[in-house]
């Protein structure tokens, strides 16, 4: 699902008057070859159908539903009803836990989507465990790191493009796998989101002052 944003970051940072009709062509080429992979292959049908599958069941049962996409929407509709109570400040990881067995036992949501270890997406995690002041810090973090790589996507040097590229596509990566996923809450990916943002952010701090002092002299 990230790859259209990789995509248009891409043509962003590199499409130029000179260079468009190279690149709408090489465009065209790579959307059909993934397109002719895609009709070919069996993985992608798979998964297609896994998706067809899910969405029916979860219509059959509903918040009782044990497939992976309906366990997901089960315990998201949970979660939008307990923020109701605390939508500033949150419920925190005890009370949440608390508040779901309690609606398992009701029979208001089945057992799977209760068990999960959380919610699969990051940023319903941050509002329902810590509060709509902890996703507001959260969503606003995000927001200034790409501004700032954002502000050099169509620098004329190529490193400082490629090197705000990379933090355009690692930023919104997060938020498009945040969706299903609790990206930086876990620790590994955690870990691996801000090493790498600060590495992009140093390499960009550093060649734009390189600029700066070439283009002085």
């Known amino acids: 699902m990230a790859i259209p944003l990789f995509i248009l970051l891409f043509l962003l940072a590199y499409v130029r008057r000179s260079n468009m009709l190279a690149c709408g062509v090489s465009l065209a080429v790579l959307l059909a070859a993934m397109g002719f992979l895609a009709y070919k292959s069996p993985l992608i049908h798979e998964r297609v159908q896994e998706v067809y599958t899910d969405l029916s069941e979860y219509e059959t049962h509903g918040s009782s539903s044990a497939s992976s996409l309906g366990a997901r929407f089960a315990i998201w509709g949970v979660s939008w009803q307990m923020l109701k109570d605390q939508p500033v400040l949150g419920i925190g990881e005890v009370q ?115 600029v700066l002092v070439t283009g002085n002299h």
């Open 96 to 210: 949440f836990r608390k508040e779901l067995k309690e609606k398992s036992q009701a029979g208001l949501v089945g057992a799977v989507p209760a068990g999960l270890a959380n919610t699969h997406n990051t940023f319903l995690e941050v509002w329902v465990l810590y509060g709509g002041l902890a996703l507001l810090s959260l969503l606003l973090m995000m927001l200034s790191a790409a501004w700032y790589f954002l502000l050099y996507i169509r620098h004329a040097d190529p490193v400082l493009r490629s090197y705000a590229l990379g933090g355009l596509c690692l930023i919104g990566g997060y938020v498009i796998y945040g969706q299903t996923q609790i990206m930086l809450i876990r620790n590994n990916t955690l870990l691996f989101f801000l090493f790498t943002l600060a590495v992009l952010m140093s390499l960009l701090h550093q060649r734009r002052r390189a």
